[in-house]
């Protein structure tokens, strides 16, 4: 054998394993069984959370993320998330962006531009308590009908907030009926004109210190939005303005809403998530 063959030799010899471990890791990436309890037909929803802030029992982001990937995966949507603002290739195969986090209006030009591009394909947005707060109401507005001014007083701090359903005939608001929750109202808002927003429900905003002269307003607390951006496609958005409290999140009432509302944005069938039933799990030998 000739020396000048070795080199020649060693090269493909490489080749072939790097190429075998590429077509090895494509075939168990292909070959990965689906969790059993997961609907491969599902709608796509991206929990974007964030840190923790406030109090013990408030603002609890994290957990939402956890908690809600498990109750959505149960409700038969495929469930994706993180603790920042998602990128462009994050919401490409989205159906629904939820946000809990707060001051969710500061965005980067990135983090805006796949904001928009997702919007102008028709993604649906769901904005829970604080999300809709930053330094551009008037812009985010345009996104999910109404937004509020970072470090203006334009809230009640922990009240009893006493919800009127104002339209009941609603298929989001099934169920829901006119009860009092200890949370957090805003008011002072920035609300979208044309076209605007769909009034769920409203609440009296309570007499605290911070709500000052604005006790006794009556102030939506809970609504959809329906837009067509510029040169895009027709968009949905649902707005929960409560969340202060994390354990509201757990009231049956407010969680069937929420999967409704999740349903909505998505252009799916209103009760799509909460109606679903998880195929029965064949008994298996154990391991």
Request: glycine share 8%.
């Amino acid at each position: 054998m000739k020396p000048v063959n070795i080199p020649i030799v060693r090269i493909s010899l490489s080749f072939f394993l790097m190429a075998s471990a590429a077509y090895l890791s494509a075939q168990q990436a292909t070959s990965a069984p689906r969790p059993s309890n997961q609907n491969p037909n599902g709608m796509h929803v991206y929990l974007q959370a964030g840190l923790k802030t406030h109090q013990a029992g408030q603002h609890d982001y994290p957990q939402f993320l956890a908690d809600w990937s498990k109750i959505l995966t149960e409700h038969g949507a495929i469930v994706d998330g993180s603790l920042h603002q998602p990128s462009a290739a994050e919401l490409e195969n989205t159906d629904v962006l939820v946000i809990y986090k707060g001051d969710d209006g500061y965005m980067s030009d990135s983090t805006r531009q796949a904001l928009e591009t997702f919007v102008k394909r028709g993604g649906g947005i769901v904005s829970l308590h604080d999300s809709l707060c930053g330094p551009d109401p008037a812009y985010f507005a345009t996104l999910v009908g109404g937004a509020k001014k970072h470090g203006e007083v334009n809230y009640t701090l922990g009240a009893d907030i006493p919800y009127t359903i104002v339209d009941k005939a609603n298929p989001i608001m099934q169920g829901m009926s006119d009860i009092t929750i200890f949370d957090e109202a805003f008011y002072t808002m920035t609300w979208a004109k044309d076209p605007e927003v769909h009034v769920l429900a409203t609440a009296v905003i309570p007499g605290t210190p911070s709500a000052g002269k604005h006790k006794g307003e009556v102030v939506p607390q809970i609504w959809t939005y329906e837009h067509t951006p510029p040169g895009g496609q027709p968009a949905r958005a649902f707005v929960w303005m409560q969340g202060h409290t994390y354990a509201n999140f757990a009231n049956p009432q407010i969680q069937a809403m929420l999967l409704r509302g999740i349903a909505w944005a998505g252009k799916q069938p209103v009760d799509e998530l909460v109606n679903y039933k998880p195929p029965v799990r064949k008994a298996t030998t154990p391991y």
